[in-house]
């Protein structure tokens, strides 16, 4: 299976998908669109993977890339292409799907608990997942469900942390593929965003995150990625 990773800044790789991928030995291709580099033809892989970034759906102005980022991934839906969020990256296929994209009621950084719906608690795809886990956040925009998917977890701070479409797109609001260096990554990079809050952890309270937890987040984006329809 070729994987394209769709990249927005330089401090949000695909990180632990980057290491699923090489252990099952799939080719991965990292498209840099905040670098200039030209979005492939639909041709050139069989599932794309957006990631996150700082900017919103809706900053065309300041990244017109976003616009034409969108439309590939109407269009890789329509192919019946294989397709994975990553928080803005679930917000770009919510609105490329004709959602809408907004401000969340609270931004969410850290690590706080998602829970499965009743529904994806019955779904192949999530078989044997933990009910409620701790999982990485950084965000402060939602979006409504795309016309016809599942919604799949929620959080207390944000009701939609993940929804499937058609059973091969898959929008995940939280980070699963994170490590502890994509962590200090970010923290980093935007560090300016912590503003205390009920959901705002400071950056120590992130970093110190135990192996358990990396291991715990690492082995559910796992299954998915291996259930997930190629």
Known sequence: MRILVLQHVPFEGPAAIADWASRRGHPLDICRLYAGDPLPAPTDFDRLV???????????????WLVAEQAFIADAVAA?????????????????????????AHVEIGWHPIRLTAQAQRLDLC????????????????????????QLAQSEACTHQAFLVEDRVLGLQCHLESTPESVRALCDA???????DRW????????????EVYTGIGRTLETLLDRLPA
């Open 50 to 64: 957006v990631m996150g970034g700082p900017m919103g759906v809706g900053d065309t102005e300041a990244y017109p």
């Open 127 to 150: 078989e044997g997942l933990p009910v409620e886990q701790m999982v990485y956040h950084w965000h402060g925009d939602t979006f409504d469900l795309p016309a016809g998917a599942l």
């Open 80 to 104: 019946g292409k294989s397709v994975v969020g990553i928080c803005l990256g679930a917000q770009l296929i919510a609105a490329a799907l004709g959602a809408r994209v907004y401000r969340n």
């Open 190 to 196: 935007c560090g300016e965003e912590l503003v205390p």
């Open 200 to 211: 705002v952890q400071t950056a120590a309270e992130m970093r110190a995150a135990g192996p």
